[in-house]
């Protein structure tokens, strides 16, 4: 079964400096890949996906995710942190099922970023 | 296009009673799906709708809880019989059918069970 492990539960940074969360999935092919991010009490909003060509996506906000096929990872960066970017973050894969996908995402448990002035 | 809307977004309800929310997709979107969200932990697939009808269940998804999308717009999810372990966060998302098509989650409704 597919899995995704996002290794940090909790990071704390200053403001300002830069940040690289991480991402590694279980899966024999390549799934499509996803980032998103979670204010409280609030839903997900998409940051960035991944699906084929370029290995090194922008997102909004800022951030851009970089594709690793032979490390199995597609970790997320921002070179300065805004202290609005204070959330939880979720790294997600959706089955690529020979074109037949659909929406179904697995999720990792989530990296809570605390931004410190 | 005003995003994925809940209803409510917050429920508080007694162990033993029937709860149902309702989640409205993006209008032109066919897929529908909920996901559930414990404290700590990433949203997990509960189950997915094209169009009206109900293609998968997750096991998550026990004898007591139901999801309809009965005109292909929008869906109820309900739970019967509610237990202390259902409290969580249900998040709806909708996407359109394009391949790989990006899912747009609505706020969610948080469930707290007493």
């Known amino acids: 079964a597919q899995s995704v492990t996002q290794p940090d539960i909790h990071i704390t940074v200053s403001e300002g400096a830069s940040l690289e969360l991480r991402c590694n999935y279980s899966?024999?092919?390549?799934?499509?890949l996803f980032w998103y991010v979670q204010s409280p009490g609030q839903g997900l909003q998409l940051l960035l996906k991944?699906?084929?060509?370029?290995?090194l996506v922008q997102g909004i906000k800022g951030f851009e995710a970089e594709f690793k096929r032979s490390q199995s990872s597609f970790n997320l960066r921002k070179p300065s942190v805004h202290w609005s970017d204070a959330a939880e973050y979720f790294c997600a894969v959706l089955l690529n099922a020979g074109g037949t996908s659909y929406g179904k995402l697995t999720f990792g448990q989530g990296t809570i970023l605390t931004v410190h002035p | 296009d005003t995003g994925v809307s809940q209803d409510p977004r917050h429920k508080i309800t007694k162990r033993g009673q029937n709860v149902t929310f309702r989640c409205d997709p993006i209008?032109?979107?066919?897929?529908l799906y909920w996901y559930r969200q414990t404290l700590g932990q990433g949203p997990e697939f509960l189950t997915y709708?094209?169009?009206?009808?109900?293609?998968?269940k997750s096991r998550l998804l026990s004898d007591r809880f139901s999801a309809e999308r009965p005109k292909g717009s929008f869906s109820t999810l309900e739970i019967q019989r509610t237990e202390q372990g259902d409290s969580a966060m249900y998040l709806c998302?909708?996407?359109?059918?394009?391949?790989?098509?990006?899912?747009?989650f609505g706020q969610g409704t948080r469930l707290t069970v007493v």
């Open positions: 709708f094209q169009n009206e009808a109900q293609l998968e």
């Open positions: 998302a909708s996407s359109s059918r394009d391949r790989g098509a990006e899912a747009f």
């Open positions: 991944y699906f084929s060509g370029d290995t």
């Open positions: 209008s032109e979107h066919n897929r």
């Open positions: 899966y024999g092919a390549t799934p499509y």
